[in-house]
T-cell receptor
Framework: ETGVTQSPTHLIKTRGQQVTLRCSSQ?????VSWYQQALGQGPQFIFQ???????GRGNFPPRFSGLQFPNYSSELNVNALELDDSALYLCASSLAGRTFTEAFFGQGTRLTVV | AQSVTQLDSQVPVFEEAPVELRCNYS??????LFWYVQYPNQGLQLLLK??????LVKGINGFEAEFNKSQTSFHLRKPSVHISDTAEYFC?????FGSGGGADGLTFGKGTHLIIQP
């Protein structure tokens, strides 16, 4: 059983650029959630994807968008990067059925915007 | 909307001493509660969860937590800490049944840094 893997582990972007972060969900999981964790803060829910559609969204602007693929992997895209977007981005996968199973988190992608 | 308050940003404790990390939540509906641990440069690992039933829940690594509905609290405890328990601990809440947080995700507190002193 493979865990949740995220790529890249670190990257540096310039303000105004666009970035794509990737997440491979745990084997057997069909739901992916993305979180932003700023330095010294708890993770904040960005959105969740289920069956390739956005299933729920937190308080983030539309320049944060995502995709889920048929193999349940996912991408987080951020356009027009701002300095405040610098954070650890965490992906979590779970299995949605009548209830949601435990969310397993990846190690995250550390994004620095300069 | 729900919210989580972790009252201590940092808790120093001597090795083999007991520890309590405090968590209070607010919500207008029934909630489900979680504690996660984050080791340096790693993702989050679920320690324990309260979904229903007994208010005292036991988790991994000797941790336990008690759900107190009247005080809207879910404090984490360990009777004897080890140096390897040094980490960031996050309390989280969800209004959707199950551990994954449902379509609204999990709402996390700001975290408590547990520092174990030898």
């Amino acid at each position: 059983e493979t865990g949740v893997t995220q790529s890249p582990t670190h990257l540096i972007k310039t303000r105004g650029q666009q970035v794509t972060l990737r997440c491979s969900s745990q084997s057997g999981h069909n739901t992916v959630s993305w979180y932003q964790q700023a330095l010294g803060q708890g993770p904040q829910f960005i959105f969740q994807y289920y069956r390739e559609e956005e299933n729920g969204r937190g308080n983030f602007p539309p320049r944060f968008s995502g995709l889920q693929f048929p193999n349940y992997s996912s991408e987080l895209n951020v356009n027009a990067l701002e300095l405040d977007d610098s954070a650890l981005y965490l992906c979590a996968s779970s299995l949605a059925g009548r209830t949601f199973t435990e969310a397993f988190f990846g190690q995250g992608t550390r994004l620095t915007v300069v | 909307a729900q919210s989580v308050t972790q009252l201590d940003s940092q808790v120093p404790v001597f090795e083999e001493a007991p520890v309590e990390l405090r968590c209070n939540y607010s919500s207008s509906v029934s909630v489900y509660l979680f504690w996660y641990v984050q080791y340096p440069n790693q993702g989050l690992q679920l320690l324990l969860k309260y979904l229903s039933g007994s208010t005292l829940v036991k988790g991994i690594n000797g941790f336990e937590a008690e759900f107190n509905k009247s005080q809207t609290s879910f404090h984490l405890r360990k009777p004897s800490v080890h140096i390897s328990d040094t980490a960031e601990y996050f309390c989280a809440v969800s209004e959707s049944f199950g551990s994954g947080g449902g379509a609204d995700g999990l709402t996390f507190g700001k975290g408590t840094h547990l520092i174990i002193q030898p």
